[in-house]
């Protein structure tokens, strides 16, 4: 078990430009999350994929923001045309087996100039 | 829709002494879970505890426990015994059990365990 694992861990990007954050689960996890975290606040959902399936959005998820999850395997999360307001720590979980129990990655710290 | 309320921002206890963290919560669901995470400074969140909310039982792991009570929809976080290991950022979640996967969490409560 080698963790949830997420890249970059860091992303300095200028307003208007698209980025894209990758997640890799732990291998047998099924379930994936994806959500931001502001300073001072709790992480905040943004989707879940059920394998390669994407079940849920939230209506955070603006269109500038896509998730995909090919194969079921890593993740991926891409915002477009970003803002200063974008600016947050993106997490990604995994999880299988016991509801609830989500096992997270260390997170991308996207700041937005 | 569900919110989760942590009203205590910063909390510290003394080392070897036993603290509760707060949690209320609004759902109108009758079947969910509960949960209480904890973030350590600049490490990944992990699980500490969990509760199903059909459980009158208090759910309990170790040194951690909580104080469940579904009418007041609240949900407390025992910490007995504390240990420099247990400063974190601890934050209370709610899920939905059958209808879906999206999680809501609270603001947190920072605890700085004293030596």
Redesign the interface.
């Known amino acids: 078990d080698t ?2 694992s997420q890249n970059p861990r860091h992303k300095i990007t200028k307003r208007g430009q698209n980025v894209t954050f990758r997640c890799d689960p732990i291998s047998e996890h099924n ?1 994936l ?1 994806w ?1 931001r975290q502001t300073l ?6 943004l989707t ?1 994929f ?1 394998n390669e399936a994407q ?2 959005k ?1 209506r955070l998820l603006s269109d500038r923001f896509s998730a995909e999850r090919p194969k079921g395997s890593f993740s991926t999360l891409e915002i477009q045309r970003t803002e200063q307001g974008d600016s947050a720590m993106y ?1 990604c ?1 995994s999880s299988s087996g ?10 991308t710290r996207l700041t937005v100039t | 829709a569900q919110t ?1 309320t942590q009203s205590q921002p910063e909390m510290s206890v003394q080392e070897a002494e036993t603290v509760t963290l707060s949690c209320t919560y609004d759902t109108s669901e009758n079947n969910y ?1 509960l ?1 209480w995470y904890k973030q350590p400074p600049s ?5 500490v505890i ?1 509760q199903e909310a059909y459980k009158q039982q208090n759910a309990t792991e170790n040194r951690f426990s909580v104080n469940f009570q579904k009418a007041a929809k609240s949900f407390s976080l025992k910490i007995s015994d504390s240990q420099l290991g247990d400063t974190a950022m601890y ?1 209370c ?1 709610f ?1 939905k ?1 059958f209808t ?9 409560t920072s605890l700085t365990v004293i030596p």
């Open positions: 963790g949830v379930r999350y959500y001072g606040q709790g992480p905040e959902f879940y059920q079940l849920e939230s997490l979980a016991l509801p609830g129990r989500q096992y997270f990655g260390p997170g | 989760v879970y949960f490490r990944q969140m992990i699980l969990r934050f979640a899920m059990q879906g996967n999206q999680f809501y969490f609270g603001t947190g």
